[in-house]
């Protein structure tokens, strides 16, 4: 009864809206800082958390940026502020991958504490950026609740460039 509703909404989950014009600036930005992880903040309006507005650059402050990112902690705080502010919201991050893979990669995994925070991840090399892929981290508990363990896996999002 309940299961064509909880599809639909599983899909709309899945879709993310973003201006093909800050889509690029992203990828343009990421391309610039090759062979380095460049990273940054997906801001949304309370009302719409699936419509990327705009988004915070951050500079990388992890020990070896070619292997890793590590999102500036004040850049973080100032922007949880701000949002506050603004009624808007953090919804996700973004970052390169300069190996050329817009897959997530463990260390991702790993890192992806809050359910449901977005993942923009571009992909790069020496040419630019390659590709780019949005995911949805979901931690799901496991059958034995008493691990107090979760499973943590990427869902793919379908990326809808839209003008705002």
């Given at each position: 009864?309940?299961?064509?509703?909880?599809?639909?909404?599983?899909?709309?989950?899945?879709?993310?809206?973003?201006?093909?014009?800050?889509?690029?600036?992203?990828?343009?930005?990421?391309a610039?800082?090759?062979?380095?992880?460049?990273?940054?903040?997906?801001?949304?309006?309370?009302?719409?958390?699936?419509?990327?507005?705009?988004?915070?650059?951050?500079?990388?402050?992890?020990?070896?940026?070619?292997?890793?990112?590590?999102?500036?902690?004040?850049?973080?705080?100032?922007?949880?502020?701000?949002?506050?502010?603004?009624?808007?919201?953090?919804?996700?991050?973004?970052?390169?991958?300069?190996?050329g893979?817009?897959?997530?990669?463990?260390?991702?995994?790993?890192?992806?504490d809050?359910?449901?925070?977005?993942?923009?991840?571009?992909?790069?090399?020496?040419?630019?950026?390659?590709?780019?892929?949005?995911?949805?981290?979901?931690?799901q508990?496991?059958?034995?609740?008493?691990?107090?363990?979760?499973?943590?896996?990427?869902?793919?999002?379908?990326?809808?460039?839209?003008?705002?």
């Open positions: 009864m309940g299961g064509q509703g909880s599809e639909q909404n599983r899909q709309n989950q899945n879709r993310v809206y973003f201006s093909a014009r800050l889509h690029g600036e992203i990828r343009d930005l990421c610039l800082h090759w062979p380095e992880e460049t990273c940054g903040l997906l801001i949304a309006s309370n009302a719409v958390p699936d419509r990327i507005q705009r988004v915070v650059v951050a500079r990388n402050v992890a020990d070896e940026p070619q292997k890793t990112f590590e999102i500036d902690p004040q850049t973080l705080i100032d922007t949880h502020r701000t949002v506050r502010e603004t009624g808007e919201e953090i919804v996700g991050c973004f970052h390169s991958h300069p190996n893979n817009a897959l997530p990669s463990n260390t991702d995994r790993d890192r992806a809050e359910h449901a925070f977005l993942w923009l991840i571009v992909a790069t090399n020496h040419t630019g950026a390659l590709a780019s892929g949005m995911y949805r981290i979901m931690h508990k496991m059958i034995d609740a008493d691990s107090g363990e979760n499973i943590r896996y990427f869902q793919r999002c379908k990326l809808i460039e839209q003008d705002i």
